[in-house]
Nanobody, 122 residues
């Protein structure tokens, strides 16, 4: 089994910055990608950013240009730095990861963290 644990959320003033972390642990053979999603009550979970195992990054338009996603492969950890925070960034941020647990199988499973609350005050 694999566990994802997020950290770094909290209350931040508009215009400020935040760095979220997500560490994967457990039965990990290889990590295909790691990413972030966010959700506001009453709305669908939306994509934020993703980074692949070769370093390719993709961002949503909502944070493009003011965010950076990065990884520490040795620690199976993904980070999301968000700058110039806006009230619209207020949400629960979830980490996800595509992970292979078995060297003998190409099967990849997607795992989710429990989420971390980010609140931006204006």
């Amino acid at each position: 089994q694999v566990q994802l644990v997020e950290s770094g959320g909290g209350l931040v003033q508009a215009g400020g910055s935040l760095r979220l972390s997500c560490a994967a642990s457990g039965n990990i053979y290889s990590v295909n990608h790691m990413g972030w999603w966010r959700q506001v009550p009453g709305k669908q979970r939306e994509f934020v950013a993703v980074i692949t195992n070769i370093g390719t990054t993709t961002y949503s338009e909502s944070i493009q240009g003011r965010s950076t996603i990065s990884t520490d492969k040795a620690k199976n950890t993904v980070y999301l730095q968000i700058n110039s925070l806006k009230s619209d960034d207020t949400a629960v941020y979830f980490c996800s990861a595509g992970i292979r647990s078995d060297e003998s199988s190409s099967r990849m499973d997607v795992y989710w963290g429990q989420g971390t609350q980010v609140t931006v005050s204006s």
